[in-house]
């Protein structure tokens, strides 16, 4: 079964607005993980925020991760068209080595 | 892409025959892994591995095999090919001390 699900399943925007998704779990974790998903392309990793951590940034992206929610969110500030892409979410419980991914978000930007 | 090959990149095969997945890396990394992707489903690990000839299932693992003789190969086997096996496959690897997965570019197989 999944661990991670995606919200929403497609979301379309203007380029320059701002795309936010949210990311719910179920069980705890040590670290969850936001990738990007080119058309026909391997998964590219984003961004990992630790279980021990609120926020994180890198560049135009911020995570922010609620574990009493078992929740996180990732928001694309100003985005672009080459933004255009499926963005997933993966958790990593503790003692585990594998990553278990949720079903994804398609993004669309339109020029 | 990490490093990371994976052959073929396309494959049509009959239901019944059996099929080899290759997935190379030059990086030396530890552990590698085994997905599939299908529309609605996210990624689903198959196997993976933490080391040569150490290796373990994952969540979907009937009907594939994995073997890891050298620290840069592993293959996916499916010893007799079925249509629920059309999918698009892509192998990962993550260094030690490090839970950062990299992709490789994916294989796009499809049994008729």
């Known amino acids: 079964s999944q661990q991670g699900e995606e919200d929403p399943q497609a979301l379309s925007i203007q380029e320059g607005e701002n795309a936010t998704m949210n990311c719910s779990y179920k069980?705890?974790?040590?670290?969850l993980q936001w990738y990007r998903q080119n058309s026909g392309r391997g998964l590219v990793h984003l961004i990992l925020?630790?279980?021990?951590?609120r926020e994180k940034h890198s560049g135009r992206l911020r995570v922010t991760l609620d574990t009493s929610k078992k929740s996180s969110s990732l928001l694309i500030t100003a985005s672009r068209a080459a933004d255009t892409a499926s963005y997933f979410c993966?958790?990593?419980?503790?003692?585990?080595?594998?990553?278990?991914f949720g079903s994804g978000t398609r993004l669309l930007v339109r020029p | 892409d990490a490093g990371i090959t994976q052959s073929p990149r396309h494959k049509v095969t009959e239901t019944g025959t059996p099929v080899t997945l290759r997935c190379h890396q030059t990086?030396?990394?530890?552990?590698m892994y085994w997905y599939r992707q299908d529309p609605g489903h996210g990624l689903r690990l198959i196997h993976y591995?933490?080391?040569?000839?150490?290796?373990d299932k994952g969540e979907v693992s009937d009907g594939y095999s994995v073997s890891r003789s050298k620290t840069e190969d592993f293959l996916l086997t499916l010893e007799s090919a079925t249509s629920s096996q059309t999918s698009v496959y892509f192998c990962?690897?993550?260094?030690?001390?490090?839970?950062?997965?990299?992709f490789g570019p994916g294989t796009r197989l499809t049994v008729t």
């Open positions: 990962a690897i993550t260094g030690q001390g490090t839970d950062e997965q990299y």
């Open positions: 993966a958790t990593r419980a503790d003692s585990s080595y594998k990553l278990i």
């Open positions: 990086e030396n990394h530890r552990y």
């Open positions: 591995s933490y080391g040569v000839k150490d290796t």
């Open positions: 069980t705890s974790i040590n670290n």
């Open positions: 925020i630790r279980s021990n951590e």
